[in-house]
């Protein structure tokens, strides 16, 4: 997926409608359209990298923000109980869009291993 053409891309850039709750210069934050949980938000950089599989130790300084972004808004909603961060990458994990993100999960007790 090119990134013209990518879904998070557009949300991001707010050209398709989206559910932002935070948003900086290197990431954005936006609630999952069918979410799995109480709280579910999608939390990507706003550069287009297809899945974690292309990270490498140069991405550190940016992942190391979207993480305090995830952690930030696991206390916003009030996750006190723990949540779950998770990234698919590839079709055997069923990712389906093709630029990075992290699903923050939490407000319900979870089952381990997933499905
Ligand atoms: P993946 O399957 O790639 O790990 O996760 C993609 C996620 O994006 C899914 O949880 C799906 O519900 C969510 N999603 C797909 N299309 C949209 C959309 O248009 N808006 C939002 N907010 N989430 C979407
Ligand atoms: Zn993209």
Not at 88 to 97: L, M, R, T
């Amino acid at each position: 997926m090119s990134q013209a053409n990518c879904l998070f891309c557009k949300i991001a850039a707010r050209e398709i409608e989206g559910d932002i709750v935070f948003e900086s210069a290197t990431v954005v934050a936006f609630r999952d359209i069918n979410p799995a949980g109480p709280t579910h938000i999608l939390v990507i950089p706003r550069r287009h990298v297809e899945s974690a599989a292309e990270l490498t130790r140069g991405d550190g300084d940016e992942l190391g923000e979207l993480f305090e972004v995830v952690n930030d808004l696991a206390g916003k909603d009030g996750l006190t109980g723990g949540y779950r961060i998770v990234t698919n990458v590839g079709d055997d994990a069923g990712q389906s869009v093709w630029h990075l993100h992290f699903h923050l999960i939490g407000g319900r007790s979870m089952a381990w291993p997933p499905g």
